[in-house]
């Protein structure tokens, strides 16, 4: 009876122990969330494929709810602010969308990304001006988001973005 008793208070302390040091929350819940909403992202991108932009519309808002809360634990993100900017623009708020790829450029001017996604809001602004120098920054990475933006430049007024 008595090794029982042991065993059984051991357990309870060990579990307990293994549960306190189970990790940090916060850091594990900002890359979920960051995570849920790039799996929402891509969701969305396939039914815009389809021609459901108003289910794609509602899968962006989506994402950017729940990047919005992975922005708020971890604020100098530039991964995190593309993907803002980048269902903002797809939400069809353009402004919004400008000002989280500006601050994302602020953290990190070279981002490919962002370079990518504000040159394709200039070119649905019209500002193409613009988008060329978004281009120009790209221009030597050897990336494929150079070569989807010089495309989108080159077509204009084309639904690839």
Do not use: W
């Not at 809360?69 to 939400?91: E, H, Q, V």
């Not at 000002?99 to 990190?108: A, E, N, V």
């Amino acid at each position: 009876m008595k090794n029982i008793l042991i065993f059984l208070i051991s357990f309870y302390f060990i579990n307990n122990f293994a549960l306190a040091a189970g990790g940090d929350s916060g850091s594990s819940s900002k890359i979920s969330m960051y995570d849920e909403a790039v799996k929402l992202i891509k969701r969305a991108g396939k039914l815009e494929k389809k021609d459901k932009k108003d289910k794609a519309v509602k899968l962006y808002k989506e994402a950017y709810n729940k990047l919005e809360t992975a922005n708020k634990k971890d604020k100098n993100n530039p991964d995190i602010l593309n993907y803002m900017g980048f269902t903002s623009r797809k939400s069809g708020n353009f402004n919004e969308a400008e000002k989280f790829y500006l601050k994302g450029l602020s953290l990190d001017p070279k981002h490919n990304g962002i370079n990518e996604y504000l040159g394709e809001l200039y070119v649905q602004t019209n500002r193409i001006e613009k988008a060329k120098e978004r281009l120009a920054v790209l221009k030597n990475c050897n990336c494929k988001e150079f070569q989807e933006l010089e495309l989108i430049i080159k077509t204009r007024g084309s639904k690839i973005y």
